[in-house]
């Protein structure tokens, strides 16, 4: 089993920045890679970022892409989306995942629900314009 806790959301001004934090206990955290997905009122969820095991790659959805930027700590077991640049329609319920499956995330498989074994609760984003 792995814990996923999100903190971090919270409201924010557009043009304005927020970074959200994802500590993850209960198993080795280089076993995993790392997304964040986010649900946004009335619509489906939609993935935002992700990292690899090691932290070498990473992957950004087109609509945040230059704005947010995923980093993970292994000392700390954390990931991190900084959002800078904020939109209204940024504004969502933003979910840390992890995957033992996924090692790219160029298919659409990997920025899907299924293979992520492991989600956090989530952390409120609003974005005021």
């Known amino acids: 089993q792995v814990q996923l806790v999100e903190s971090g959301g919270g409201l924010v001004q557009a043009g304005g920045s927020l970074r959200l934090s994802c500590a993850a206990s209960?198993?080795?955290?280089?076993?995993?890679?790392m997304a964040w997905f986010r649900r946004a009122p009335g619509k489906e969820l939609e993935f935002v970022s992700a990292?690899?095991?090691?932290?070498?790659?990473?992957y950004y959805a087109d609509s945040v892409k230059g704005r947010f930027t995923i980093s993970r700590d292994g000392a700390k077991n954390t990931v991190y989306l900084q959002m800078n640049s904020l939109r209204p329609e940024d504004t969502a319920n933003y979910y840390c995942a992890a995957s033992s499956r996924c090692v790219v995330y160029s298919t659409s498989y990997c920025k899907s629900l299924g293979p992520h074994e492991y989600w956090g609760q989530g952390t409120q984003v609003t974005v005021s314009s």
């Open positions: 209960g198993r080795t955290f280089s076993d995993y890679s």
């Open positions: 990292i690899s095991k090691s932290g070498g790659s990473t």
